[in-house]
């Protein structure tokens, strides 16, 4: 049986999700040097903006940054996620979060691990969203917190999965 807390969690992560990419293309964004969120700071990827839109509903404390041209969106979500992350550094916990936030935003769960690392282990998944779209979702721990890093952007742009692998290392990097 999956925690009730466990399924909030990723539904909280999955709507702010949900709502950037099914938003107008007028988003409000706005270029800075660092995006703060709770108990993380990042700098944007080149060309990525903060999403300053309400629309957004971005959870309290995390950020969303995201890039649009001919090819279509790419988002970057980082949110505080709200469950202890002993609960989550096992395969069983990973894949089961992984299913939840597939199913939650409406994509096919490629694969997803646990990986293990000195600085604490994280959850990774890789999601289809069809035959335009794929997605990453990543859970670090940042300290004694956790946060959920989603991202969504064109199949066939390697600059925007490298954007996405690039805020999770900086997340990693103390």
Do not use: W
């Not at 002993?86 to 990973?94: H, N």
């Not at 991202?151 to 996405?164: E, I, K």
Request: some cysteine; overall charge negative; proline content about 7%.
């Amino acid at each position: 049986m999956v925690p009730i807390v466990l399924v909030a969690a990723v539904a909280i992560a999955g709507v702010a999700l949900l709502l950037l990419e099914r938003a107008p293309s007028t988003m409000k964004m706005e270029r800075v040097e660092v995006a703060e969120g709770k108990g993380f700071s990042i700098a944007p990827p080149p060309d990525y903006l903060l999403i300053v839109d309400s629309r957004a509903a971005v959870p309290e404390g995390g950020i969303a940054l995201g890039r649009e041209n001919e090819a279509g969106r790419a988002t970057i979500v980082v949110v505080p996620y709200p469950v202890e992350h002993d609960e989550l550094v096992t395969e069983q916990g990973c894949q089961t979060v992984a299913k939840l936030h597939a199913k939650q935003v409406g994509a096919q769960l490629v694969a997803s691990k646990l990986v293990v690392r000195d600085s604490g282990s994280s959850c990774t998944a890789s999601l289809s969203e069809g035959p335009s779209a794929v997605g990453t979702m990543v859970l670090q721990p940042i300290g004694k917190d956790t946060v959920m890093l989603t991202c969504r952007h064109p199949r066939d742009s390697v600059r925007d999965a490298d954007a996405c692998d690039a805020v999770a290392k900086a997340l990693r990097t103390p």
